[in-house]
């Protein structure tokens, strides 16, 4: 299922895009998507019931927002340096383990928000991320079949960042990645039933126009399965947790100098193969 939540900033309303793309309205099945939802088996059944019947009332979305997929998120832990590629163009080693950041949940916004510019930033950057959704709690997991059994679903994420604040600037990469507006998701959440391997998803994305990220999972140094046990094994993971799991080769931080970072009048649009596809104007803060 592709599930969603559109209407405006705060007052969102649950949907779902059918097998032939007609948005249609879950208000009167469920009240949300979050975390309860999707750790509640007899009400995803109601879901999915309803949305087999057909019988669910079509949306109009002309005009119509499409916020973050999933709300009330508890915690979005990150992985950085994830990917062989992103490794080689930034001259980083590989990390013999994962590198675990985090961004708070309030940075989410919906998939085509616009997106702020730090005050004071020069180094501004994008990154797209294969976003991981956990439906299962999770701690002590001893192995990638356990893991996998914990995603309820997948989603595309921004991990936008500010790289003088995260490098540059002292202490933990938290400055540079918890900045308003900062990590889009969505359009969808799309469940772990539509996506047959998490390690063959391509990701793209195009800064006004131009192809600069063209990846795939596959060159993932961590696998989802392997990066959602290692997280286990220090953090407990709840339903509506999310997990950014690392962007390919592509990055403003990886170019020869002039490096281009984002600016304001910028158009930043990204998009993973089955889960979906984002459009942000980047704008002063």
């Known amino acids: 299922m592709k599930l969603l939540r559109v209407g405006t900033a705060g007052s969102e309303r649950p949907a779902l895009l059918d097998a032939e793309g007609i948005l249609r309205d879950l208000s009167g099945v469920v009240p949300d998507i979050d975390g309860a939802l999707l750790a509640d088996d007899a009400a995803l059944g109601r879901v999915r019931a309803a949305a087999e019947s057909g019988e669910l009332p079509v949306l109009d979305a002309d005009g119509l927002r499409v916020g973050p997929p999933l709300a009330r998120i508890g915690k ?3 992985i950085g340096l994830n990917y062989h590629d992103h490794a080689r163009e930034t001259g980083a080693e590989p990390p013999a383990e994962p590198v675990i950041f985090f961004k708070a949940a309030d940075t989410v916004v919906g998939p085509d ?8 930033s020069v180094k501004t950057d994008w990154e797209v991320e294969l976003a991981v959704v956990i439906g299962r709690t999770a701690r002590y997991l001893e192995s990638h079949e356990e893991a996998l059994a914990r995603v309820v679903g997948y989603a595309v994420a921004h991990d936008v960042s500010e790289r003088e604040f995260q490098i540059e600037r002292g202490g933990t990469w938290d400055k540079g990645k918890n900045c308003e507006t900062f990590n889009p998701l969505g359009p969808w959440l799309v469940t772990a039933d539509e996506v047959s391997d998490p390690q063959d998803l391509s990701l793209k994305l195009w800064v006004n126009g131009e192809l600069k990220q063209d990846g795939t999972t596959a060159e993932q140094i961590f696998s989802v399965a392997e990066v959602v ?3 286990s094994q220090f953090m407990t993971l709840y339903p509506g947790d999310v997990i950014n799991t690392g962007t390919p080769a592509g990055v403003a931080l990886g170019q020869p100098e002039p490096k281009p970072y984002l600016r304001a009048g910028d158009v930043v649009e990204l998009e993973i193969g089955g889960l979906g596809r984002q459009r942000q104007e980047f704008k002063p803060a």
């Open 76 to 78: 979005i832990v990150c």
């Open 113 to 120: 928000d616009t997106v702020l510019v730090p005050r004071g």
């Open 229 to 231: 046990r290692y997280v």
